[in-house]
């Protein structure tokens, strides 16, 4: 008997107008595995996060988590199941202090503040952002926001995390940095998904690879076999 | 706790004591009234804030739920003699089911659209009461004044009672607003009102909050229009829907600063200081001159301290705690 997988996507199709931005995609996530989702710009890959985090609600095809059809939720609904996610443009609470910030989304799961503010405070001391506890979001550099972002999902208590570009602009030892950060958090038991460009980022972390093009999913496989794959170097050197 | 913020509970005793003995001190008829125009002001912004302010959602029609209060509360005192202290919980109760209902389809528009809505919610509701004439149209209301006392709300003698009942709905209203500031539906507020999409994400239903906080605010507002109709005793569209009210309504949390505690307050005092200012300098209704000052007072704040008049004392407290810590790591003397 095989175990249920923690996220199942079958045959998802997004449609806007008349450009099919997602195309028949059919992948499944287990729990605590790391899944590298890359491909070329456009290829769908922010629209598939969008349909998976109930921001979208997909125009055909089932996705299933933990069991569940959850096809057409809410994000509030998608969050208190246990999906979380980070935007692929930083989307804090400017004005709100860092602690803060992560206290929104720990009280999903604790009204109390008391509460919130000690399930916070750990948060930040994970993704090393506690000495900038108290400084407003907004005088935060760029890759400390994307962190905190990180540290705000987490907040939520997920079960599968999705991570858009969080290493985009970053120098090579923060992007060295961000991945033992996502393996932290698969040490968690918490599932990821990565979207990303910077490759030396993901290759070495992922369980598997997951490639997009135009709206179709091109390619799985383990990161080794990937870069090998003749329609991905199609995909992204041009035929 | 530090020397500002003992500072700042002690100030804050003291303006309360002062508030308290006010009447007691002050005799003069027309600066006792004076000062219960400032409390009922202040009263509204606050309840305004509560939506405006804290879930930034603008409203510039809040004069529809201060015409419910004072309506609800004269029309059950005047056709079936109940208690205007039963009229202002029955006006609040109205106010905010009715919030509930303009508010659901509303929360669906964004930003300046869902203040455009609420300000045509309020004409469309002042026009049909214009016209209703089971509340007298626009004749209006006048309520009996053979019965005074607290039980009827009507003092016909003395205003020194309206004082004391607009300060105590303007501290329970500056108390549901703390409460609500300090719990997670205060910071899920912020959160609705800094970045939507992100609040979302992290499982916050944006339609459900934008509820409570227009509900809330409602019955609030609601209140305050009560208390306006018993201490004029007469009530209007003219007076109490107009749509100027809602633009004043929402002015006074703007100027004094919105999402702060103390704002809407320092708002109301600034503003009812230049409409009665204006009023005795330049006649009965000021010819107009409040507005054009209130008009050059918000140019200069808009420029100057966007977060209005709260947000300049908020930066003088930051420069000065940025000071002490300064002083802390390098002592005096022993400098580098």
């Known amino acids: ?239 | 706790m530090d020397r500002l913020t003992m500072i700042k509970y002690v100030l804050g005793v003291v303006i309360l004591l002062l508030t308290l003995g006010f009447p007691l001190i002050v005799t003069q008829p027309s600066l006792v009234n004076f000062a219960i125009l400032v409390l009922m002001a202040a009263q509204l912004g606050v309840a305004w804030n509560i939506l405006g302010g804290y879930a930034g959602q603008v409203s510039l029609g809040h004069a529809v739920f201060y015409g419910i209060g004072a309506y609800a509360s004269s029309v059950l005192a005047a056709k079936f003699g109940l208690s205007p202290w039963l009229g202002m919980l029955a006006g609040g109760v109205i106010a905010s089911l009715f919030s509930l209902v303009v508010g659901w389809p509303c929360f669906r528009l964004k930003g300046h659209y869902f203040a455009m809505a609420t300000l045509a919610i309020a004409a469309i509701v002042e026009i049909l009461v214009t016209n209703w004439d089971y509340v007298e149209g626009a004749i209006g209301i006048s309520l009996p004044m053979n019965t005074s006392g607290w039980a009827a709300m009507v003092f016909t003698r003395s205003k020194t009672p309206y004082f004391y009942i607009a300060l105590g709905l303007l501290l329970f209203s500056l108390a549901v607003s703390w409460i609500f500031k300090r719990s997670y539906i205060g910071y899920y507020f912020r959160a609705i009102k800094e970045d939507p999409d992100a609040a979302r994400s992290l499982g916050v239903s944006l339609s459900h909050y934008k509820l409570i906080a227009i509900a809330a605010s409602a019955f609030l507002t609601a209140m305050g229009g009560t208390l306006y109709a018993q201490k004029e005793l007469f009530i209007d569209p003219g007076s109490v829907l107009v749509g100027s009210l809602s633009i004043k309504i929402a002015l006074i949390a703007i100027l004094g600063g919105v999402g702060t505690l103390f704002g809407p307050v320092m708002g109301a005092v600034v503003l009812i200081t230049i409409e009665e200012f204006t009023r005795q300098m330049f006649g009965s209704t000021g010819m107009g001159t409040d507005m054009i000052i209130y008009g050059g007072i918000i140019v200069v704040i808009a420029v100057f301290s966007p977060g209005g008049i709260a947000a300049l004392f908020a930066e003088r407290e930051r420069a000065w705690r940025a000071r002490q810590r300064r002083v802390v790591f390098n002592p005096p003397g022993e400098g580098i």
């Open chain 1, 1 to 239: 008997m095989t175990a249920v997988p923690l996220l199942a996507v079958e045959g998802l199709h997004m449609v806007f107008g008349g450009l099919v931005a997602n195309r028949d995609i059919s992948f499944s996530v287990n729990a605590g595995e790391i899944i590298g989702l890359i491909g070329p710009n456009g290829a769908g890959k922010t629209t598939l996060f969008n349909c998976l985090a109930g921001f979208y609600t997909p125009s055909a095809g089932a996705i299933h988590f933990d069991g569940v059809s959850v096809g057409g939720q809410t994000p509030e609904q998608a969050a208190r199941r246990g999906i979380a996610r980070t935007f692929q443009i930083v989307r804090i609470f400017p004005e709100m202090t860092v602690l803060e910030n992560v206290m929104v989304g720990a009280m999903l799961r604790s009204k109390k503040i008391s509460a919130a503010r000690a399930a916070a405070e750990n948060e930040l001391v994970f993704i090393g952002l506690e000495h900038r506890r108290d400084v407003k979001a907004q005088q935060l550099t760029v890759s400390e926001q994307k962190r905190l972002e990180v540290a705000r999902a987490l907040a939520t208590h997920p079960r599968l995390i999705l991570l858009d570009e969080i290493m985009a602009g970053l120098t090579p030892t923060e992007v060295r940095e961000a991945s033992q950060m996502v393996e932290r958090i698969r040490d968690r038991d918490i599932a990821c998904i990565i979207v990303e460009h910077v490759m030396e980022g993901i290759m070495p972390i992922s369980d598997r690879i997951i490639v997009l093009d135009a709206g179709v999913k091109i390619a799985e496989a383990a990161p080794a076999a990937i870069a090998q794959d003749p329609a991905v170097i199609t995909a992204y050197l041009g035929a």
